[in-house]
């Protein structure tokens, strides 16, 4: 299934929605940077959202490409909090002797920002800026044609939690939850989050014996099982469920049993893989 750490590149109405910079951000760069020779060299913009900032999910950002390049813009987002962790996560990994450049010295432009659970972003058409509302406060945006993310707040991972992912557009939906053990009876607030998405992007790391290993339980290590993945699949009825954030020790042989296991007891159940390109209609 490919050995990259977690980066997921969603497209909506032009506009470029990365989750997570794992070693997969690297690939993604290159893919970015061979896309704006082919069109001429627009701008790259990006929305970029943080799950966490475990080193996973961070490590592919000093290896990311668009970032050297002056005309780039990245919109970064993450947990409440972030803004001082995802600088002191990156600063670390980009600090002599490890790297040879400091953060401050990529050239591109970053506007980075903690958002609230409240907070939802909404990207208008031609305008790479996200609009960023309290839902609560200020109610949904009446624009036709606009792409929202909203955040839900999951406590299932050590040690504070992650932003779970809702990319929403013209009707459909996107879920993207990685780094989150589910409970007894489903995450009901993850169903309710989730329901009648399109796609599930659920964490499924560890198998039910794995899980359950007496000698070393992965229980309250922050991830799923397939069946807790399905669990919630299955009561929010999204369409398709992909399993996520595959344990390194397994082979691929491993993870066609787990996915042929999954779709017994929910057909549309996918491994996620690398380069796999999905799209919704
Ligand atoms: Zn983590
Ligand atoms: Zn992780």
Redo the contacts with the bound molecule.
Sequence with gaps: MGGNTPCVEIEANGHLIILDGGTGLIHLGNDLVRRQRENGGKPIHAVILF??T?H??TQGVPYFTPAYIPTSTFYIFGPRMFHEQVNEALRRSMLPPNFPIELDDLRSMRIVRDLHEAESLWLLPEQPEPMIRNIYREGPLDVDDVVRIDVLKSYG?PQEG?YIYKISYRGHSIVYAT?TEGYIGGDRRLIQFSRGADVLIHDAQYTQAEYLDPVVSKQGW?HSTPEMAIEVAQAAQVKRLYLFHHDPSHDDETLFEIEAEAQKLFPNTYLAREGLDITIL
């Design positions: 799950s966490h475990h996973d999910h991972h992650v780094d922050g």
